[in-house]
């Protein structure tokens, strides 16, 4: 076991007197339970961050909305200049002359060209160059935002739902499982396990790095069952289920591998809870040969058996 892991972590960056009363530091997805408030207001937004980061639908739904409002402030400014300053303009009611200054405005935003509406008169040529320059710079905006998501690279590692006090050769060991399910291949993979837990009654924290039976991989095809070895000098050697509990015990997991799909280094987190951590039992193989090849069965990541531990 190397040195830099046997000793006590004093600084981890989640400081050491956080008073947590049994919420979780790092959430299952990867990302810290932490809320920063009374910032400035424009501080609190990185939209860039937000539009890579978010699902695909509220990418897309935000696209949409800024489209229509654009284009209905545009039509209402047509409307203030006046429909006699467009060319073709065939509506009557209030409404027919709006969606005809509506549907110029999204042509004159996408520069498709104009069809029988075309603007008349120097303020509305201003106003349909200004939109054109807006649309040309949206577009180009859209169009880095959408590249810049499908090539940011992340590697979607499946982790077990719970982890596991298994026995393990003479002793026990915390276990936990982690699958790639894509075709993407991950290679150089490094785990780094943390352990976090109450140093006493007041709320002080304290963090351990923990060895692992393997901390390297170079190839990750399969599943991998990461494994912590709790031998005497491990500070989780002497601890029970209640233990686990009474101490708010966190296993903070951080997994870093190359990503040969991208040709970058990718990183992912998450970790388990005292109560996310079954004892006295063990994962079950997943693994088998059929037709010749290896069949990796995800479905059965979680699957477990009771084991006797020693």
Do not use: C
């Given at each position: 076991m190397s040195d830099n892991l046997k000793e006590k972590i004093k600084e981890f960056g989640l400081g050491t007197k956080t008073i947590n009363n049994g919420h979780r530091t790092l959430n299952k997805d990867g990302s810290f339970n932490v809320t920063k408030t009374n910032l400035p207001f424009l501080e609190r937004f990185n939209f860039f961050h937000s539009l890579i980061s978010m699902p695909w639908w509220q990418f897309f739904s935000i696209i949409l909305l800024g489209y229509f409002v654009i284009n209905t402030f545009f039509a209402c400014l047509?409307?203030?200049?006046?429909?006699?300053?467009?060319?073709?303009?065939?509506?009557?009611?209030?409404?027919?002359?709006?969606?005809?200054?509506?549907?110029?405005?999204?042509?004159?935003?996408?520069?498709?060209?104009?069809?029988r509406?075309?603007?008349?008169?120097?303020?509305?040529?201003?106003?349909?160059?200004?939109?054109?320059m807006l649309g040309l710079l949206s577009f180009a905006l859209a169009t880095g935002m959408v590249y810049g998501r499908f090539s940011k690279p992340s590697p979607k590692i499946k982790y077990s739902s719970h982890g596991v006090i298994a026995p393990f050769n003479t002793i026990n060991a915390f276990m936990f499982k982690i699958v790639?399910?894509?075709?993407?291949?991950?290679?150089?993979?490094?785990?780094?396990?943390?352990?976090?837990?109450?140093?006493?009654?007041?709320?002080?924290?304290?963090?351990?790095?923990?060895?692992?039976?393997?901390?390297?991989?170079?190839?990750?095809?399969?599943?991998?069952?990461?494994?912590?070895?709790?031998?005497?000098?491990?500070?989780?050697?002497g601890l029970?289920?209640?233990?686990?509990?009474?101490?708010?015990?966190?296993?903070?997991?951080?997994?870093k591998a190359?990503?040969?799909?991208?040709?970058?280094?990718?990183?992912?987190?998450?970790?388990?809870?005292a109560a996310e951590i079954n004892w006295g039992e063990k994962f079950t193989n997943t693994v088998k040969f059929e037709n010749g090849r290896m069949t990796v069965d995800v479905s059965r990541l979680d699957e477990t058996e009771k084991a006797v531990l020693n």
């Open positions: 047509y409307l203030w200049i006046g429909v006699e300053h467009l060319t073709g303009i065939q509506g009557i009611s209030k409404t027919d002359k709006f969606l005809e200054a509506f549907f110029f405005s999204a042509q004159t935003i996408t520069t498709l060209g104009y069809g509406v075309a603007p008349i008169g120097i303020l509305a040529n201003i106003v349909a160059a200004i939109e054109s790639n399910p894509h075709a993407n291949q991950l290679l150089e993979v490094e785990a780094k396990l943390t352990l976090s837990m109450k140093k006493d009654d007041f709320g002080a924290r304290e963090f351990y790095g923990l060895d692992l039976q393997i901390p390297k991989v170079v190839f990750f095809p399969y599943m991998w069952t990461i494994v912590h070895p709790i031998e005497k000098d491990s500070p989780l050697f029970d289920p209640e233990s686990f509990l009474e101490k708010d015990v966190e296993f903070m997991v951080t997994i190359f990503d040969e799909s991208f040709s970058q280094t990718v990183y992912s987190r998450s970790s388990y809870k």
